[in-house]
């Protein structure tokens, strides 16, 4: 049993999964989520308590985990009327996994610490909300490494792998770079799908056919069945997606970085989710090729 107290913010695809993940290893959690149906699921389950506002998760938790949709809902839970601010102190630590601007999370971590003495883990994590159920996550981490050792142990037990990479924004360089990577790869794999349909190809077998070429990977075996069968169900919105390329386009500006692919891959992104009716998944990029709209 563990013996350690934690506070969830974000009940969300990834943060259910995760707090699911936490309880079957006896974490004692109080969680809170601003829409309050998205707390349903947790009700029955005898060591999560459901918690009204932000500021009361810190009155009670040192250790709170923040999983929440973009940089802005960051600050609100942090900052804003019923935030944690009002309770935080030198003790308390916000571990937080979600994926926002980096110039933000610096801002945010040198708030807090200044106005409470508190300290900030960004640990952006990668790999759906199926592999924080399993605690396969990969996650990306920054901040002071005393403080990542005080959570080690729960990094641990939601991730197959953390990786260190330095200062407080560091894990989020890092998710931007995991981001590029992950999410050209939807229209790489929307267009293979296309083209195979073109040619009348069983596209069912591609996965298993290319496994042990170059063009194997981890989406290969998970993404691209779910796109040639349609299957656009969310483990994680287009919207969120276009968000994080939106975000790879600012960082880009800054250092004057060419990303001729991302930016691409935002303008598909900008036309599913301006067209869609629907919270889709990433997968629904493919929609665009058969339609003919790009």
């Keep these: 049993m563990n013996n350690l107290n934690i506070g969830f913010i974000g009940i969300g695809l990834m943060g259910l999964s995760l707090v699911k993940r936490l309880s079957y290893l ?26 009204e506002n932000a500021s009361q998760i810190s ?36 571990l937080d996994l979600s994926t926002t601007l980096v110039n933000e999370t610096i801002n945010f971590a040198n708030q ?40 080690k142990p729960i990094l641990e037990a939601i ?18 770079i995991n981001q590029i990577i992950v999410l050209n790869n939807y229209a790489i794999l929307a267009e293979a799908a296309s083209f195979a349909k073109a040619w009348n ?17 981890n989406l290969l075996k998970d993404l691209f069945p779910r796109i ?13 997606i276009l968000k994080d390329l939106q975000m790879v386009s600012k960082l880009a500006e800054t250092k004057n970085t060419p990303i001729p692919m991302s ?10 989710t301006n067209s869609a009716k629907e919270n889709l998944d990433g997968t629904s990029l493919v929609k665009l090729y058969e339609s003919k709209k790009i």
């Design 159 to 176: 991730s197959s792998k953390f990786t260190y990479f330095g200062v407080t924004g560091s894990g989020q360089i890092v998710k931007m």
């Design 201 to 217: 190809v069983d596209a069912c077998k591609i996965p298993e056919a290319l496994s042990d070429g170059h063009a194997g990977s």
């Design 59 to 94: 009155k009670f938790n040192d250790i709170i985990i923040l999983c929440v949709d973009k940089t802005e809902s960051v600050k609100e839970v942090v900052f804003e009327k019923n935030g944690i601010i009002n309770n935080a102190n030198e003790n308390t630590i916000i």
């Design 228 to 240: 040639v069968n349609r299957d656009f169900a969310p483990k994680g919105y287009a919207s969120q």
């Design 26 to 51: 006896d974490y004692k959690i109080e969680a809170y989520d601003k829409n309050l149906e998205k707390l349903d699921p947790l009700k029955k389950m005898s060591n999560i308590k459901l918690i």
């Design 112 to 151: 807090l610490n200044k106005k409470t003495g508190a300290s900030w883990i960004d640990a952006p994590v990668s790999g759906g909300p199926d592999k924080a159920l399993e605690g396969n996550l990969a996650i990306m981490v920054g901040g002071d490494e005393k403080v990542v050792d005080n959570v």
């Design 263 to 272: 930016s691409l891959t935002t303008k598909l992104f900008t036309i599913l």
